[in-house]
């Protein structure tokens, strides 16, 4: 996996470290013969930097019936349309994420209901953990995150402009329990 990299970056989120994080000498690629897999390991202490998946946790405010979806205000995918998520921070549960996510990209408070599902990919960085929610209170609103947000009934979801797989999947697996 680590030869593939090309440049700093691996993904959207994540770039790759060049130093050490616990004694700053240089990293170098070399193949862990127990792992059976090339490493990033440090020259001078032999920590190995590994590159991990950053999780995103988010929700599926239900509205009677109705979803609630925004229109993705910042890169990436600007101008697609997904349910409120982001990154969870340390110190935070994902459930706490989740809720603190949809009040800051939609002005909603919500309170958490059954995991919908976990959704994670070969190819991107990010595993993203999404839960049903019920609307409690708040005021909808936009922010710089969210250029638009809208009440969707089940037959008008937007799946051609669809932000990310797990916007498309955990919709899926959505309706599958209704």
Excluded at 39 to 68: D, E
Aim: with cysteine.
């Amino acid at each position: 996996m680590i030869s593939k990299i090309k440049g700093s970056a691996f993904t959207s989120v994540h770039c790759v470290p060049k130093f050490c994080s616990q004694c700053s000498v240089s990293l170098s690629v070399k193949f862990i013969k127990y792992e059976k897999q090339e490493r990033l390991v440090c020259g001078g202490c032999g920590y190995i930097a590994y590159l991990n998946p950053v999780t995103v946790a988010g929700t599926i405010p239900v509205y009677k019936g109705k979803i609630l979806l925004l229109k993705r205000g910042i890169q990436p995918q600007k101008g697609k349309w997904t349910f409120p998520a982001g990154f969870v921070e340390l110190g935070e549960s994902a459930e706490d994420a989740a809720v603190r996510e949809t009040w800051e990209e939609t002005g909603i408070k919500v309170k958490i209901g059954p995991m919908v599902g976990a959704y994670s990919y070969r190819d991107s960085g990010v595993t993203t953990i999404v839960y049903v929610a019920a609307p409690i209170g708040g005021k909808i609103r936009t922010c710089r995150e969210s250029s638009a947000i809208k009440k969707f009934a089940v037959t008008n979801i937007p799946w051609q402009d669809l932000a990310f797989r797990s916007s498309v999947d955990a919709l899926k697996d959505w309706l599958e329990k209704q």
